[in-house]
Every structure is written in C-alpha cells, then in structure tokens.
C-alpha cells in the first residue's frame, strides 16, 4: 500500500491518498497537513490530437491497434481523455480514418473511455494560402452535409466538434445543423470577414480552434478575423501554449478578453513526444524538431510544421512565465475543454471513481507526472501491453 499526501488543486487542501495495485483505495482529508510537492486534480482533457509518439490519426494503418500507443503515452503526461482529430483530406479517406478510429475504440473498452469522442478540422475551411496552413488545398471545398452525415454514421456519432470557415456560402445553414444534432462548431483556419463571423456565432459556432494561428502571416491592423473572434462574447477559444505559435504577450491578452472561456489545446502531431532531428512527414514534407520543441519546415525555420507538444508542457508554459495561478493552469488543460464539449459532466471532486492526475512540483518550478488514473484506476498499468504492430 502506498500513501502520500498532496494538495487538492480545487481546494487547496492536504490530502492522504493510498494507492494499492494500481488502483486508489481512499482519498480522505489530511488532519495534519504537511508541506508536500504532490498536488492532485482531474485528467487533463485535451480536444485536439492529431498524433503523437511518432503515430498519427490521419493515416491509415495497416493494423489499427498502432493507433492506441497514442492514449497510452498521453497518460504519460496526465492526459486521461482526448479527441482524435482528422483533418482535410478526400471525403474517402476521411471515411477510412473514422472507421479505424471506430474499429479501435470497439477493440477495447480502454480506448473507448479516454476518447469520448472525435474532433474534425476540415475540410470545409479557407482555400487561402495562410489561413488553410498545413492543410490539402486540393480537398478543400465548401461545407457538405451529406458528407457530414456519412462520415457521423461510420463514426457511430462521435464526432463531437467540427473547425470550419464561415466564408463559404451555405455556412451558416450548415452550422445550424450540426448544432441541432449535438455537436459543437468552432471557427477555425479562415478567412472570414466581420459580418461572415458574426453570422456564425449567431447560427451556433461557439470556439475559436487555436486563436492566433491558421492564419496570415501579416494581417490588417484592423479588422481582422483574430479582433473579430475577439470580439464575439459567446466564442470560447483554444490555444497552444508552446512559446512558438504565440508569444506570451498574447495568450496574456487573450486570457483577459476570454477569461474562463480559454483553454488549451496541444494539436500535436505524430511527432510530438519524439526525438529532436529531420524527419519527412506526410503533411509538410522535410521538417526539423529542435531540441526546445519547436517543429518547423527544414528550409524555412520560420515557418512552423505543427505542434510538438502535450498539455502538460503547455501547462508548464503558463506556469513558467506567470500567465496562470497553478488553480487556473489546471483548469484551462481539463475541466474548461470538457465542461465545453460535454456541458452536463459531472463536476470533479476528490474521488476515487474520477479521473485523476498527481504532479510533482520539481525544484525548477516545473511538474511532472507521478500517476495517472481513469475512474480510479491507472488506465495502462506497467502489465498491460499495447502490441507495437509494424506499420
């Protein structure tokens, strides 16, 4: 039996917390407090995954089980839910990449409780070169509903969240449905203009994915679209707090126009969690991963090739630079993202049924994941093994 006190990050409370066999037994309020590095709180809940540990939701794979080495290195660093994220491609790989997802999440019951559901980013976003970013200009096209309905009925209703452009004709009616049948619709990777936006809003969208990026290198001192998501009282917004795609300056601005509406995002790629070096990948081609995280085009060190990180790096991020209390840090990295996707979860409390993280605070003011439980239990114990199938 193993037992440690941390600090509640609700509460701020000590707390005595034993563990046995992988799983809490009891978590009970200290009644003596004592000074500790643990701090303890829920799953870190992150809404944009495109890959991670050299895996990648956007390819299919030979053997689909490859894709659940991804939930079991997020847990790694204190994520205990995620939705995989498929972006622009044709309207038939799209449909083969919800079908392995689908087919993953029937294979075992453990990935279908750390991915409760899907995110979709494209294709119905800016054709213009900026704003579109990474993606496949060629299967850019206008927002489709059939499609959505094909690609929702092989995905078995999951998807939960779509990234569009509001710019292209037909958007507003779109969002409108998508709403309607439960899932949530965030402006992202645009174009649009002042009245395109506020159209959107009013038809349903309710996020900005990864404000500040997917967009032009230089834009309009004003308008713009990043002033007019700004704007707009009943957006919420994501971020990625890596230090390379914003600057700390704005995130400090966007937290105080957005206030408990920001959080963040990781948007990692299949590189993230790798080793710094050249690699070739499938969307950007030959890019570079340095040793301090930065992923960018190898030609063009300026021009950024996707995220590298994981919420707890993002999470250490604003901690470092003093954008965030650790209370409030927290929350934009777990209950803000999840109380948005799914507005009726239960609060979190000190329980043992929840999902829970503890941190160890190092001696640089950093944290570090200790353990990582799903409704109490550690969700890929060192005795499961995830099969390293050949791709």
């Not at 994941?369 to 005795?383: C, D, I």
Request: hydrophobic content about 35%; aromatic content about 10%.
């Amino acid at each position: 039996m193993e037992k440690l006190i941390a600090q509640n990050i609700e509460d701020g409370f000590s707390y005595e917390i034993s563990i046995h066999e992988n799983e809490i037994q009891s978590i009970n309020k200290s009644e003596n407090p004592v000074k500790s590095a643990f701090y303890f709180g829920p799953g870190f809940f992150d809404i944009q995954v495109n890959g991670y540990a050299g895996h990648d939701y956007n390819l299919v794979q030979k053997d689909y089980l490859n894709l659940g080495q991804i939930p079991f290195e997020l847990a790694k660093n204190g994520v205990t839910s995620h939705l995989p994220t498929v972006i622009t491609n044709s309207k038939e790989q799209i449909g083969k990449l919800f079908q392995q997802l689908t087919n993953l999440l029937k294979s075992d019951s453990i990935f279908d409780k750390c991915i409760p559901g899907f995110h979709m980013e494209g294709p119905f976003i800016s054709p213009e070169d900026g704003p579109r970013g990474a993606h496949f200009k060629e299967f850019v096209c206008p927002p489709n509903w059939d499609w959505f309905q094909d690609w929702q009925d092989i995905a078995g209703g999951r998807i939960k969240l779509i990234t569009l452009s509001p710019e292209w004709e037909g958007s507003n009616s779109f969002i409108e449905k998508c709403v309607e049948s439960g899932v949530k619709v965030s402006i992202g990777h645009t174009s649009a203009n002042q009245q395109q936006i506020e159209d959107a809003v009013q038809a349903g969208a309710s996020l900005s994915t990864h404000l500040g990026n997917g967009a032009n290198g230089i834009l309009p001192r004003h308008p713009n679209y990043i002033w007019s998501q700004l704007a707009e009282d009943q957006l919420h917004a994501s971020i990625i707090a890596d230090g390379f795609h914003l600057p700390k300056e704005v995130i400090k601005v966007f937290q105080k126009v957005k206030g408990d509406q920001l959080f963040l995002v990781s948007d990692s790629v299949a590189l993230a969690g790798k080793k710094p070096g050249d690699y070739e990948t499938p969307v950007g081609g030959k890019v570079t991963l340095t040793k301090e995280g930065k992923l960018h085009l190898r030609d063009k060190p300026g021009m950024l090739a996707g995220s590298a990180m994981n919420l707890l790096q993002g999470f250490n991020f604003l901690i470092e630079h003093q954008l965030a209390s650790i209370q409030k840090a927290w929350k934009m990295a777990s209950q803000w993202p999840e109380k948005y996707i799914f507005p009726d979860s239960p609060s979190w409390e000190p329980s043992k049924k929840q999902d829970l993280i503890i941190l160890k605070k190092t001696v640089d003011s950093q944290f570090e994941l200790y353990k990582t439980f799903k409704t109490g239990k550690e969700p890929f114990p060192n005795s499961y093994q995830i099969t390293d199938h050949e791709q």
